[in-house]
C-alpha cells in the first residue's frame, strides 16, 4: 500500500518532527504543531468526509487516566459509554501493551475489537485477516467463546511465549527486594513498573533488568511511562496491528479502496508512534492525535491534552456522524 500523495498542511508539520526537529520551548509553540484535535475538528472531519473513519485507541493514558497501581487504571463508566457509541458508528480497535485478557477485561464491550501485548494477540470475530492469513493457519489460533461464537487470535510472536514466561519469572524473583517494583506478565511482553520505586532504587532495578536481558538476544526493551517494556525483537508493532485489523474481513464492513478509509489513532505513548508512523502516513492518509500536557517530539499531526478531551473528541465524533445519517431538511 503506497503513501498518499495528496498531504494535508497537518500531515507535512507531523513528518518535520520525523526529521528530528526538537526544538520546541514551550506547549504553545508545541500545540501550534501539533494543533489541538478538538480546535481543528472541523478541518480534520472535511478531510475524513466521504471515507470510512476506522477509530483506533491506546488505553493506557488515553482512555484511563496514568494511576500509580496497575491494576486499578479501570475505564469510568462516561468513557465506556462513549467508546460504546464510537463502536456503533465506527469500527473500532483498542491497541494496548495489556494482555488482551485485562484490556478487554477493563474495557467490557462486545461492540470493540481489541489487540493486547502491542498488537502481538489480535482477537477477531471472522477468520482472521485474508492479507497475513495466506493458505495457512501460522500464527493464528481459535477459539470459543462461552456464547458458542467463534474467534481467531492473531499471535505473530506465539514461539516467544515460553521465553516471555521465563523473563517474567527471573524478574519477578531478581526485582523482589527493590520495594515499589512491580513485574507485570502482559503475555507477549512483561512490563517492569517503577513508577512507585524510590529515585535512589530506579537505577539499580534498570541495571538489572538488563544484566538479565542480556541472555535473551532476541527480546529487546524499551521505556514507556516509569515502565520497561520487553517485548520480542520482531518486525510487528502497534502500526503493523492497525494494518492487519484494516484488512481483516468484517471489521470495515463498507468494501472499499484502501485510499477510502481514514484511520483515526488516538495514544499517548512511545510505542503509539509505530501507528502514527507507519499506519498513518502511509495508508491513504489518517489522522493521529497524541494524547499529552507537554510538548514531546511525535510524529502524530494533532494532539489532545487529556483522557478527558479524549472523551470529548470521541463525542463530538459520534455527533458529527449522527448529524451527517440525518435527513436533509
Ligand atoms: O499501550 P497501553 O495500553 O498504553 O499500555 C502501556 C502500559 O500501560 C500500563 O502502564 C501505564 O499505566 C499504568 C496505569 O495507569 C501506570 O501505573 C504505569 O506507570 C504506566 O506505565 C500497563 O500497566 C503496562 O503494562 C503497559 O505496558
Same mark, same amino acid.
Given at each position: ?183 507485570? @506478565? ?8 517503577? %513508577?512507585? $520505586? &524510590?529515585? =535512589?532504587?530506579?537505577?539499580? !532495578? ?99 491534552? @487529556? ?8 463525542? %463530538?465524533? $459520534? &455527533?458529527? =456522524?449522527?448529524?451527517?445519517? !440525518?435527513?436533509?431538511?
Amino acid at each position: 500500500m503506497g503513501c498518499h500523495q495528496e498531504k494535508t498542511n497537518w500531515i507535512r508539520l507531523a513528518k518535520l518532527d520525523d526529521c528530528g526537529e526538537a526544538t520546541f520551548g514551550s506547549y504553545r509553540s508545541w500545540l501550534a504543531k501539533h494543533p489541538s484535535a478538538l480546535d481543528s475538528f472541523d478541518e480534520m472531519m472535511g478531510f475524513a468526509q466521504g471515507k470510512n473513519i476506522a477509530v483506533f485507541l491506546d488505553y493506557d493514558g488515553t482512555l484511563s487516566k496514568i494511576v500509580a497501581d496497575p491494576d486499578k487504571a479501570f475505564l469510568s463508566e462516561k468513557m465506556r459509554k462513549v467508546v460504546q457509541n464510537v463502536a456503533l458508528h465506527f469500527p473500532t480497535a483498542i491497541i494496548s501493551g495489556r494482555r488482551l485478557e485485562k484490556v478487554s477485561g477493563f474495557v467490557q464491550l462486545e461492540e470493540v475489537y481489541y489487540a493486547g501485548s502491542h498488537g502481538m494477540d489480535i482477537l477477531t470475530p471472522s477468520s482472521g485477516s485474508s492479507k497475513y492469513r495466506g493458505n495457512n493457519n501460522i500464527h493464528h489460533n481459535t477459539t470459543i467463546n462461552e456464547k458458542g461464537t467463534k474467534f481467531v487470535h492473531f499471535c505473530p510472536a506465539q514461539q516467544f511465549l515460553p521465553t516471555i514466561q521465563e523473563i517474567a519469572k527471573r524478574l519477578k524473583e531478581k526485582t523482589n527486594d527493590i520495594k515499589g517494583s512491580m513485574i507485570e @506478565d502482559n503475555k507477549f511482553c512483561v512490563s517492569v513498573h517503577f %513508577r512507585s $520505586v &524510590k529515585n =535512589k532504587d530506579v537505577s539499580i !532495578l534498570k541495571t538489572m533488568v538488563e544484566q538479565t536481558m542480556e541472555e535473551y538476544p532476541n527480546l529487546r526493551i524499551s521505556e514507556g511511562k516509569k515502565v520497561m517494556e520487553i517485548r520480542p525483537d520482531i518486525e510487528w508493532d502497534k502500526g503493523k496491528a492497525v494494518e492487519y485489523l484494516l484488512h481483516t474481513p468484517g471489521f470495515i464492513t463498507k468494501p472499499t479502496a484502501s485510499s477510502d478509509v481514514v484511520p483515526i489513532y488516538i495514544g499517548d505513548d512511545k510505542t503509539d508512534e509505530d501507528a502514527f508512523k507507519q499506519a498513518i502516513e502511509c495508508m491513504g492518509g489518517g489522522l493521529s492525535i497524541v494524547v499529552s500536557s507537554t510538548p514531546k517530539v511525535t510524529f502524530a499531526s494533532h494532539s489532545l491534552r @487529556d483522557p478527558n478531551q479524549v472523551e470529548a473528541f470521541l463525542r %463530538r465524533l $459520534v &455527533k458529527w =456522524k449522527k448529524a451527517l445519517q !440525518l435527513p436533509p431538511t
